[in-house]
């Protein structure tokens, strides 16, 4: 499953698949705020990045303390197909009230923002937040699509080709029936 656009000068695609396998330059980890290897993605990551993704996310977490949601930092790729790790704290669903899409738009942002400073021309994201902290997938791609697109359009050339590895069909399908809508708001 696999679907592709364009947005400005960049290439936006969706597909259906494992984010530790990707040859991206850098994937998105959605760590949690100590840094630790976690569950799910995260738990993923470190295991295939062993062992130096996992002790470059130890002397992150030790020199500047707990990341804030919606912050991120990076780290090699230590045995991943990917050169870096960009990894990010999304946010804990509580019911929409409490600033979540600000702070899942504000997660995506930081890792764009990251990825262009260093140079970084292609990054694949998984879907931040909606697994463990329980974000519900049809409302976290919008913002999440819609921050990636907002960014692409604003830094024209910053990054060849952002990708979205979602985990299950379904995931895919929100995301394809998410960017129909947002690329239908011209
Ligand atoms: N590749 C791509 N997507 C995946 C993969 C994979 N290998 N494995 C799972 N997913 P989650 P969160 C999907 O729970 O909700 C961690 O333990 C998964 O199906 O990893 O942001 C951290 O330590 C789901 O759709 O992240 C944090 O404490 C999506 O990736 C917390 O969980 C995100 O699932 C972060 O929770």
């Not at 959605?30 to 295991?47: D, K, Q």
């Not at 790790?85 to 923002?113: N, Q, S």
Request: proline share 5%; glycine share 12%.
């Amino acid at each position: 499953m696999r679907f592709e656009a364009e947005v400005g000068k960049s290439k936006l695609v969706l597909l259906k698949g494992d984010i530790t396998a990707e040859e991206t330059e850098a994937i998105v980890n959605s760590a949690n705020p100590e840094l630790t290897p976690g569950g799910v993605v995260s738990g993923a990551i470190h295991r295939r990045g062993w062992p130096r993704v996992t002790e470059e996310a130890v002397r992150i977490r030790r020199e500047r303390g707990r990341l804030k949601t919606g912050e991120a930092v990076i780290t090699t790729g230590g045995n991943l197909p990917a050169k870096w790790v960009i990894h990010t704290v999304g946010p804990v669903w509580h019911g929409g009230t409490k600033g979540e899409p600000e702070l899942l738009a504000k997660a995506y942002r930081a890792c764009l923002e990251l990825a262009k400073e260093r140079g970084i021309k292609t990054i694949a994201f998984p879907s931040i937040s909606t697994g463990v902290y329980g974000y519900p997938v049809e409302k976290a791609a919008e913002v999440a699509l819609r921050t990636v697109k907002e960014f692409l359009e604003g830094n024209p050339g910053a990054l060849e080709e952002v990708r979205f590895v979602l985990f299950s069909e379904a995931d895919f399908t929100a995301y394809r029936e998410a960017w129909e809508r947002i690329a239908g708001e011209g």
